[in-house]
């Protein structure tokens, strides 16, 4: 019985590690990278804080007007309240784009093909290397919270790579997002 | 089929092989020492093919000392400005802190292309072990020390046209900048333009065996150090290209820093001609928060020597505006 169970077992995990896993199963429809890219945008929750929040008659909703375009530029946001010290570390604005915590200010970004303020003249390696290195351009500042980097970064290049054909096809919004502001120092600090 | 097979790496490498999948020897082997690096690992004794170099201009590693260590298998191809490295080309940097052998970083590029990898090692200092790709927020004998990750290795090397920095004309110039900061005195044996190009290492390399950077002293180092610790991402056909600062090469620096606005300090400048102050490239080389500090890999600790340098030269920058009105 333990020799039956013990080769169905390694039997599994043979067929499981042969499979070849970008091959859709049989009868299923292969969804295009735009199309993959879309459910993974949906269910990684890009929308929940870089389409910003509005006020509607069932209370706060993403505003698909603006999806995807970041912490609106027209939303000059006051100075974050200073918490008293306890456990409470974060407030974030109404539109859920702008937060407030111990690595500064900041403000989602605007994923869409706009050339100027979005994506637009992004490559998709410079994405894949983004969300990788958890840098901006893979290369710059840390990407700050409450984006999940650490947790994207886990998609396969395939997946980033539909992600990022899905982010190029949604309609270009103009929004210059302002940039993050560090913690008290203020943007330069100098000797 | 995986009696005796106990750890998931071997599993992994059988149930591979079962499928006709064998990846064959890995790229970065598990030890320092299993990079050929040593020709004695139990001695450290490099093995004479793995050849030192000492860039003039070199990286500021928070006061790290490094030694680095080149194998080329043929000659490189020097024939354009980014030199073309011949496949199995090995490079190794190992970093000291206090004295100690911190992690010796490796990179060698196989027919599929560069590979990356650190080996952090051990508290007795006889061997290096792969570190997880992910890096570690320390280093077992120098606990203020990170080790980065294959992305950040990546984030560096994999910019421009050539991923080994540190080896090209101006950093292997027989002509040394005695000012550039923490100048090493090269290793015995260190390889130069003169030795590779007697060696015919340097296939179509037609310029000179001392190139260096014109201007004063002060111009001269700063302009290195900027090249070396900047021109890496702020190159012209780099990542952050957009940036429009370019400062790879002394007469791009001049051209895309000074006197041009920034859109990080604005209204301020990149350099302030005489205004090291209102300077925006001298405050964050300056800055210690990770949002403004410059570079933002591989450093936090301000380089004040350089700092310093920096200083002067914008400084300087005000004289030479002024003799350039008088003309």
């Given at each position: 019985m333990k020799t039956t169970t013990l080769m169905f077992a390694l039997f599994a995990l043979h067929t499981a590690a042969c499979a070849d896993k970008s091959q859709p199963t049989a009868g299923a429809h292969a969804p295009s990278p735009v199309e993959r890219g879309k459910l993974l945008a949906e269910t990684s929750g890009c929308h929940d804080c870089h389409t910003p929040l509005a006020m509607g008659p069932n209370g706060p909703a993403p505003d698909m007007t603006r999806a995807l375009s970041g912490h609106p530029a027209a939303l000059a946001m006051p100075p974050a309240p200073e918490l008293p010290p306890g456990p409470w570390l974060v407030t974030v604005g109404a539109t859920n784009t702008a937060w407030s915590g111990p690595w500064g200010v900041s403000f989602t970004s605007n994923l869409t093909p706009d050339p100027e303020t979005g994506l637009g003249t992004w490559k998709q390696q410079q994405f894949i290397d983004t969300i990788r290195n958890g840098r901006h351009l893979g290369?710059?500042?840390?990407?700050?919270?409450?984006?999940?980097?650490?947790?994207i970064a886990k998609m396969s290049d395939d997946d980033l790579s539909a992600l990022f054909a899905y982010l190029q096809s949604v309609p270009a919004i103009k929004n210059k997002v302002p940039a993050p502001i560090p913690p008290k120092a203020g943007p330069v600090a100098s000797k | 089929?995986?009696?005796?097979?106990?750890?998931?790496?071997?599993?992994?490498?059988?149930?591979?092989?079962?499928?006709?999948?064998?990846?064959?020897?890995?790229?970065?082997?598990?030890?320092?020492?299993e990079t050929g690096l040593y020709a004695d690992v139990a001695t450290r004794t490099v093995a004479p093919e793995m050849r030192p170099f000492t860039p003039q201009y070199p990286l500021w590693s928070d006061g790290a000392a490094k030694q680095r260590w080149i194998y080329l298998p043929e000659?490189?191809?020097?024939?354009?400005?980014?030199?073309?490295?011949?496949?199995?080309?090995?490079?190794?940097?190992?970093?000291?802190?206090?004295?100690?052998r911190v992690e010796t970083r490796y990179m060698v590029r196989?027919?599929?292309?560069?590979?990356?990898?650190?080996?952090?090692?051990?508290a007795d200092g006889t061997e290096a072990a792969l570190a997880p790709r992910e890096g570690l927020a320390s280093a077992e004998v120098a606990p203020a020390h990170r080790i980065p990750s294959e992305g950040e290795c990546r984030a560096c090397h994999a910019n421009g046209a050539t991923?080994?920095?540190?080896?090209?004309?101006?950093?292997?110039?027989?002509?040394?900048?005695?000012?550039?900061?923490?100048?090493?005195?090269?290793?015995p044996g260190s390889l130069d333009l003169a030795s590779l190009l007697a060696t015919g290492e340097l296939a179509g390399y037609t310029?000179?065996?001392?190139?260096?950077?014109?201007?004063?002293?002060?111009?001269?180092?700063?302009?290195?150090?900027l090249h070396a610790n900047c021109g890496g991402c702020h190159r012209a056909d780099g990542p952050v290209a957009a940036v429009g600062l370019d400062l790879t090469d002394p007469a791009a620096a001049r051209r895309t820093a000074i006197g041009r606005p920034s859109d990080f300090g604005a209204p301020k400048l990149r350099v302030a001609p005489g205004a090291p102050a209102d300077s925006v490239l001298l405050a964050r080389m300056r800055a210690l928060d990770p949002l403004s500090r410059m570079p933002p890999l591989g450093t936090r600790v301000v380089d004040d020597a350089a700092t310093h340098l920096i200083a002067s030269w914008i400084d300087q920058?005000?004289?030479?505006?002024?003799?350039?009105?008088?003309?």
């Open positions: 290369v710059g500042r840390p990407l700050l919270p409450p984006m999940p980097a650490a947790g | 089929m995986l009696g005796g097979v106990k750890s998931p790496t071997a599993i992994a490498a059988v149930l591979a092989a079962a499928c006709g999948n064998d990846p064959g020897p890995p790229d970065v082997p598990p030890t320092l020492g000659p490189i191809d020097a024939s354009r400005a980014d030199w073309q490295f011949p496949v199995h080309t090995r490079v190794w940097k190992e970093l000291s802190v206090g004295g100690r196989t027919p599929a292309g560069w590979r990356y990898a650190t080996y952090v090692w051990n991923p080994v920095l540190g080896f090209a004309a101006l950093q292997l110039s027989i002509d040394r900048d005695p000012d550039a900061p923490h100048a090493e005195r090269p290793a310029g000179s065996i001392a190139p260096r950077i014109a201007g004063s002293p002060v111009e001269r180092a700063a302009l290195g150090y920058l005000a004289d030479n505006q002024h003799l350039e009105t008088r003309r």
